[in-house]
């Protein structure tokens, strides 16, 4: 996730003109979220519906043009998950089933499916909204769908300064190997805690900075938004048939 | 710590989800009394300085990293509503925009990391800052030592969530036993890491520091006469020790004889106790030995935690209409 070239957050948005790309940021955070709800309510033995529900995420996948080394990169963000899901069948009680003379609880790999399933799905359609929706665009459909001003005022002062000091870490890191610290146990670690007190007085002071430049350019405490357009009818209804296709497998499945 | 989607029973993400959310909002609004208009850019700012301190790893043995987590150093450093605010905003920013951590997720993931670690983190400090000089080392001991009870808190908050809303047949006592002696060792580490940042920014700028605002000027310059050194040792062996004994307590599994004794003699026994599990999800309490020690663990905790959380967020508003009065 770090690294000295680039940005941490930038790097997210895979440029583009799919489909998928062009749908507006708030009807996609809503399919996204409608999509994962869904999946996270289904229940587990219905193997079907998350066939259905894998196939069409992979579809979208596909149509957003992400490519697939980088979505398969992107999604080992939930390996150590995956790792723990692996045990469950190992510890778990219950019934067990033997497999090539190991005894597997059956109920333990049932979970260890719901996790695995319902975990890359769920980080599947994360991917797709960062990838497709640069952040700015992000930032305006919180916005237009409620989410408190404050609280993605924030968000966005976050996002712009999150590069910033990963770049200043990295520079008072690079600094430090060039004087020869090199730290392997525990007891090293005072002068890179150190540092990381320095870069929280650092970016308070930045804060204080930016903070005295806004109210010098007329900051009142809300950041003016300009007002894009919003979503078509046409959008929401053609964008809803995903959610809407997933959440009537899960009701064909349970009834 | 952050859990995807579908680890919990969908009840349990949803009534997290609400409490998380009915807290955050109230965080908004006293965030707003704390710090005025300064609000937006320093919040937004604190954030990317938790997030970056996320992304430092730093060395714990021979090839093995670990990496802070922040909630009861954002506590200690703005206040617990700020602090609160500012580690949700972390675990949001990371769930939408890096999947790390899932959608559905988001409400035991945001009260499990940001809420309980910044509000038991502040009642930790507050509680450990009366025993400690009144001093600048005292500050950084105190706020070292909430960071690790805070990383513990925060797995028994996991663990009791388990409990009712179980998504594998794992039993709660394997799971707060494992949780809680995991987050033991990741707790001393935070509480290192902790330590070391917060004497870091009291040797620069303690005026920044809302945990030192009870301070003097004569008392920041005071040396203290107790050693970071071996405050900080004393600390550790202590929470070994409590972890240790904790572990032992909840991960007690039957013995053969136990089991069968189960299974034959005292299987009746077992279906008319007087605590009724039906609220628990199945798994957490199925193939649990002794129910009533693992709910009495299980009620210990959460008694814990809610006590510390509970007590957090109470003086955190006090304070806060304190100082808007003055």
């Keep these: ?255 | 710590m952050h859990a995807p989607d579908g680890f919990l029973q969908p009840s349990v993400a949803l009534v997290t989800a609400v409490i998380s959310f009915v807290l955050l909002a109230f965080a908004l609004r006293h965030a707003g009394s704390e710090l005025g208009d300064r609000q937006v850019p320093l919040a937004g700012v604190a954030a990317a300085f938790i997030f970056a301190a996320q992304m430092v790893n730093f060395p714990v043995a021979a090839g093995t990293t670990g990496h802070l987590l922040g909630g009861a150093l954002a506590a200690v450093l703005l206040g617990p509503w700020v602090g609160m605010l500012v580690v949700s905003v972390v675990v949001i920013v990371q769930a939408i925009l890096f999947a790390d951590g899932g959608l559905t997720a988001l409400g035991y993931n945001t009260l499990n990391m940001a809420i309980v670690t910044a509000f038991g983190g502040w009642a930790t400090y507050l509680a450990v800052r009366k025993l400690m000089p009144r001093t600048s080392g005292g500050v950084v001991g105190a706020g070292a030592l909430a960071a690790g009870v805070s990383v513990v808190l925060s797995a028994a908050a996991f663990s009791i969530e388990w409990l009712f809303g179980a998504s594998a047949p794992v039993a709660f006592d394997t799971v707060f036993g494992a949780m809680v002696g995991v987050h033991v060792l990741i707790g001393i580490g935070e509480a290192v890491l902790t330590g070391l940042v917060l004497s870091a920014v009291m040797a620069s700028r303690p005026d920044l520091v809302v945990g030192a605002r009870h301070l003097t000027s004569d008392e920041l310059q005071a040396k203290s006469r107790i050693g970071m050194r071996p405050f900080l040792i004393g600390s550790i062996v202590a929470a070994v020790v409590v972890g240790v004994v904790i572990s032992q307590f909840a991960a007690s599994s039957p013995d053969g004889l136990e089991r069968v004794a189960i299974d034959t003699g005292f299987a009746e026994a077992a279906t008319d106790h007087a605590l009724d599990s039906s609220l628990f999800s199945d798994y957490a309490t199925a193939g649990v030995s002794n129910e009533a020690l693992s709910l009495a663990v299980a009620g210990t905790a959460g008694i814990a935690v809610t006590l510390l959380v509970g007590g957090g967020v109470v003086s955190a508003s006090r304070s806060a209409r304190r100082r808007q009065m003055v």
């Design chain 1, 1 to 255: 996730m770090s690294g000295a070239h680039g940005s941490t957050v930038t790097r997210l948005y895979v440029a583009g003109d799919s489909r998928i790309h062009r749908i507006s940021p708030e009807v996609k955070l809503v399919a996204v979220f409608a999509v994962v709800v869904v999946g996270a309510v289904t229940p587990r033995t219905e193997v079907v519906a998350f066939g259905v529900y894998v196939v069409a995420a992979l579809m979208v996948v596909a149509m957003s043009g992400i490519g697939l080394i980088k979505y398969l990169r992107r999604l080992t963000v939930i390996v150590p998950f995956i790792l723990f899901a692996f045990v469950i069948p190992f510890v778990g009680g219950g019934e067990k089933l033997n497999v090539a003379g190991v005894a597997l609880s059956v109920d333990g790999l049932w979970a260890m499916w719901n996790i695995l399933v319902k975990a890359a799905l769920g980080a599947t359609m994360s991917i797709v909204l960062s990838a497709t929706t640069p952040v700015t665009n992000l930032l305006h459909g919180l916005t237009r769908l409620r989410v408190p001003r404050l609280l993605v005022a924030i968000i966005s002062f976050m996002l712009r300064y999150i590069d910033v000091l990963v770049e200043q870490l990295g520079r008072m890191r690079r600094s430090m190997v060039a004087r020869g610290h090199d730290p392997r146990w525990l007891w090293q670690v005072k002068p890179i805690a150190s540092s990381a007190g320095a870069l929280f007085v650092r970016s308070y002071e930045r804060g204080e900075r930016v903070h005295q430049a806004m109210l010098a350019r007329g900051y009142t405490g809300v950041m003016p938004t300009i007002a894009s357009q919003r979503a078509s009818i046409n959008e929401w209804i053609a964008v809803m048939v995903y959610p809407a296709v997933c959440f009537g497998v899960l009701m064909l499945a349970v009834v």
